[in-house]
């Protein structure tokens, strides 16, 4: 039978996405999770996930890596998720709704969307890195070369390694352009390579840099491999609430599969 499907990107983080409010697709399923995710034979897409109806909440997010792994929380696909609640008339301007995280909270205004991220209340500042989770885990270092290095390789190679080993991390390499502006690439676990855009990164590094006193900001501007992002937070007693991610989050293309 087959595939209604749904392509959205968020700076270039882009998601196949299913109404799966009928429960008619099989979760259990990675080979075709990995397959709709695959660019060579399938649609192509860093994740997929699907929209499912809750008892209490607007809906439900089911997320998948390109491995065809259910994985932890992904901020973009989060905001590009709420733009596909509207376009099926599921909300209009705001959404509550269950991830594998908890709650979250959005809103949104033509095609910006603003998702309410984890409160962080633990972050670790190692000498090379910080460490902190923002609803999936990061490893946040400073990289000047960043334009123009391998980050396959050396993200792969701090992914693997220890204290991280199979489970993995999220890798983001950092480069300070001013107090409000960073630069970032991530290297993805489960895409297993980098991604133009990571929101739970944008969110790991905005709150790392902020922790390490590289910045006083508390609205910070990400230029990421695929556009812009933004992410503002309250600090209150070391701990950071209030947590947004800000950014497009656009309709590519329907199909069937």
């Known amino acids: ?20 409010r009928s429960q008619i697709f099989d979760k259990n399923n990675t080979k075709q999770v990995a397959f709709l995710c695959d660019r060579r034979f399938g649609i192509g897409a860093d ?10 909440l607007d809906f439900k997010m089911v997320y998948f890596n390109a491995d065809g792994n259910e994985s932890t929380m992904c901020g973009n696909g989060g905001r590009c998720l709420v733009a596909f609640a509207k376009h099926l ?3 209009k301007d705001k ?21 309410q991220m984890l409160d962080v209340d633990v ?7 910080v460490f902190l989770n923002t609803g999936s885990p990061h490893h946040v270092q400073f990289e000047d070369a960043i334009e123009a290095f391998d980050i396959k390789t050396l ?6 390694s220890a204290p991280y080993n199979q489970a993995g991390s999220n890798v983001n390499f950092v480069k300070k352009i001013s107090d409000s502006n960073f630069r970032l690439r991530t290297y993805e676990r489960g895409v297993e390579d980098e991604t133009l855009s990571c929101g739970t990164g ?4 905005a709150i790392g840099m902020h922790y390490i006193g590289e910045t006083e900001k508390n609205l910070i501007d990400l230029n990421v491999e695929g ?6 937070f309250d600090v209150e007693n070391g701990a950071y609430k209030n947590v947004w991610l800000i950014g497009p989050a656009k309709f590519v293309f329907k199909g069937s599969i």
């Open 202 to 205: 944008a969110t790991a590094v």
């Open 47 to 56: 994740g997929l996930i699907l929209l499912e109806n809750h008892p209490e």
């Open 123 to 129: 972050v670790e500042n190692h000498k090379s890195h």
């Open 227 to 232: 556009g812009k992002l933004q992410v503002s």
């Open 89 to 91: 008339g599921v909300i």
């Open 155 to 160: 993200g792969a190679k701090i992914r693997y």
């Open 1 to 20: 039978m087959a595939q209604t499907f749904y392509k959205y990107q968020g700076t270039g983080n882009d998601f196949v996405m299913i109404d799966n």
């Open 95 to 115: 959404a509550v709704f269950e991830a594998i995280d908890g709650l979250h909270h959005a809103t949104i205004k033509n095609d910006i969307v603003s998702l």
